[in-house]
């Protein structure tokens, strides 16, 4: 069994920062390629970031620029950075990690960007 465990979310000011941060932790093999999705109220979830076995990353949408994606094979995490941020940028953000056992999904963290 793998758990995902999801932290840094909360309220910030347009133009502020958070590091949003995804733990795996149980029976975990090697980590293939690692993303992040966010879903605003009322849409579809959205691919967000992805970074693969080989740290090659990719970005989608407005967070090109401003997001970052890293990971960190010792601690199995991976982590998205995410600076300028924006009234848009406003949604539950979950981390999918795909591992040789399966696929597994964070149970998604708030992110909410507002004066």
């Known amino acids: 069994q793998v758990q995902l465990t999801e932290s840094g979310g909360g309220l910030v000011q347009p133009g502020g920062s958070l590091r949003l941060s995804c733990a795996a932790s149980?029976?975990?093999?090697?980590?293939?390629?690692a993303e992040w999705y966010r879903q605003a109220h009322g849409k579809l979830r959205e691919l967000v970031a992805t970074i693969n076995s080989g740290d090659k990353t990719s970005y989608a949408g407005s967070g090109k620029g401003r997001f970052t994606i890293s990971r960190d094979n010792t601690k199995n995490s991976v982590d998205l950075q995410m600076n300028s941020l924006k009234p848009e940028d406003t949604a539950v953000y979950y981390c999918?990690?795909?591992?040789?056992?399966?696929?597994?999904w964070g149970q998604g963290t708030q992110v909410t960007v507002s004066s």
């Open positions: 149980g029976s975990i093999f090697a980590i293939g390629a």
């Open positions: 999918r990690l795909i591992m040789s056992g399966g696929i597994y």
